[in-house]
Protein backbone atom coordinates (compact mmCIF):
# COMPACT_ATOMS: atom_id res chain seq x y z
CA UNK A 1 0.00 0.00 0.00
CA UNK A 2 1.55 3.57 -0.49
CA UNK A 3 -0.20 6.78 0.25
CA UNK A 4 0.11 9.16 -1.89
CA UNK A 5 -0.38 13.09 -2.10
CA UNK A 6 -0.95 14.98 -5.44
CA UNK A 7 -2.49 17.45 -7.21
CA UNK A 8 -5.47 17.16 -9.10
CA UNK A 9 -4.35 17.97 -13.14
CA UNK A 10 -0.90 17.41 -12.71
CA UNK A 11 1.16 14.29 -14.23
CA UNK A 12 3.52 12.21 -12.77
CA UNK A 13 6.34 13.42 -14.03
CA UNK A 14 5.80 17.19 -12.08
CA UNK A 15 6.20 18.15 -8.97
CA UNK A 16 3.02 17.30 -7.17
CA UNK A 17 1.84 19.00 -3.38
CA UNK A 18 3.95 21.80 -3.88
CA UNK A 19 3.71 25.50 -2.39
CA UNK A 20 -0.13 26.77 -2.41
CA UNK A 21 -1.49 23.57 -4.86
CA UNK A 22 -4.51 21.64 -3.80
CA UNK A 23 -3.54 18.47 -1.91
CA UNK A 24 -5.67 14.74 -2.29
CA UNK A 25 -4.30 11.76 -0.65
CA UNK A 26 -4.73 8.45 -1.77
CA UNK A 27 -4.01 4.70 -1.08
CA UNK A 28 -2.46 3.07 -3.72
CA UNK A 29 -2.79 -0.93 -3.75
CA UNK A 30 0.33 -1.27 -5.41
CA UNK A 31 -0.11 -3.66 -8.43
CA UNK A 32 -2.87 -5.76 -6.51
CA UNK A 33 -1.26 -6.59 -3.76
CA UNK A 34 -3.52 -5.48 -1.41
CA UNK A 35 -6.49 -4.07 -1.42
CA UNK A 36 -8.31 -1.11 0.36
CA UNK A 37 -12.16 -0.11 2.01
CA UNK A 38 -13.81 2.45 4.18
CA UNK A 39 -14.43 1.14 7.46
CA UNK A 40 -18.18 0.53 8.31
CA UNK A 41 -17.66 2.08 12.08
CA UNK A 42 -14.54 1.88 14.19
CA UNK A 43 -12.33 -0.22 13.39
CA UNK A 44 -10.06 0.44 16.42
CA UNK A 45 -12.89 -0.72 18.40
CA UNK A 46 -12.86 -4.35 16.80
CA UNK A 47 -11.88 -5.87 13.21
CA UNK A 48 -15.95 -6.80 12.58
CA UNK A 49 -15.62 -3.00 10.99
CA UNK A 50 -13.98 -3.86 8.58
CA UNK A 51 -15.91 -7.10 7.51
CA UNK A 52 -17.34 -7.34 4.29
CA UNK A 53 -20.40 -9.37 6.15
CA UNK A 54 -20.74 -5.75 7.48
CA UNK A 55 -21.11 -4.17 4.39
CA UNK A 56 -17.69 -3.15 3.88
CA UNK A 57 -16.42 -3.08 -0.27
CA UNK A 58 -12.82 -3.61 -0.35
CA UNK A 59 -11.14 -2.08 -3.77
CA UNK A 60 -7.85 -2.56 -5.61
CA UNK A 61 -7.43 0.84 -6.94
CA UNK A 62 -7.25 4.39 -5.85
CA UNK A 63 -8.80 5.33 -2.73
CA UNK A 64 -9.46 9.07 -1.83
CA UNK A 65 -8.63 9.50 1.67
CA UNK A 66 -10.13 11.60 4.17
CA UNK A 67 -9.08 13.28 6.92
CA UNK A 68 -9.88 11.65 10.53
CA UNK A 69 -11.91 8.90 8.40
CA UNK A 70 -10.77 4.93 9.39
CA UNK A 71 -10.09 2.57 6.51
CA UNK A 72 -9.36 -0.95 6.03
CA UNK A 73 -6.65 -2.74 4.48
CA UNK A 74 -5.57 -6.32 3.81
CA UNK A 75 -3.17 -7.57 1.50
CA UNK A 76 -4.60 -10.13 -1.46
CA UNK A 77 -2.45 -13.10 -0.37
CA UNK A 78 -3.83 -13.46 3.17
CA UNK A 79 -7.18 -11.77 3.51
CA UNK A 80 -7.51 -12.97 7.40
CA UNK A 81 -4.89 -10.15 8.08
CA UNK A 82 -6.21 -6.80 8.41
CA UNK A 83 -4.62 -3.80 8.97
CA UNK A 84 -7.14 -0.25 9.72
CA UNK A 85 -5.55 2.85 9.84
CA UNK A 86 -6.14 6.88 10.22
CA UNK A 87 -4.81 9.67 9.22
CA UNK A 88 -5.93 12.44 11.58
CA UNK A 89 -5.39 15.39 9.91
CA UNK A 90 -3.30 16.16 6.48
CA UNK A 91 0.05 17.59 6.87
CA UNK A 92 0.04 21.34 5.52
CA UNK A 93 3.61 22.10 5.56
CA UNK A 94 4.58 24.17 2.89
CA UNK A 95 6.55 24.10 0.37
CA UNK A 96 5.70 20.47 0.45
CA UNK A 97 4.61 17.72 3.34
CA UNK A 98 7.47 16.58 5.47
CA UNK A 99 5.56 14.14 7.69
CA UNK A 100 2.42 12.10 7.92
CA UNK A 101 1.08 10.98 11.29
CA UNK A 102 -1.08 7.16 10.97
CA UNK A 103 -2.54 5.58 13.88
CA UNK A 104 -3.16 1.76 13.25
CA UNK A 105 -4.52 -1.79 14.72
CA UNK A 106 -3.81 -4.82 13.04
CA UNK A 107 -5.56 -7.97 12.83
CA UNK A 108 -5.57 -11.71 12.16
CA UNK A 109 -8.93 -12.60 12.04
Given at each position: ??????????GD??????G?????W????L??????A??A???FAG????A???????Q?????L???????????ADP??V???R?????T??P?P?G??I???????
Amino acid sequence: MSLICSSPGRGDNVQNCSGADTRVWSADPLEKRSVVARAAGDPFAGPEACAEANGVTYQSQYMELEAGRAYCMRLTADPKHVVAFRIPAFPTEKPLPTGLTIETAVWAV
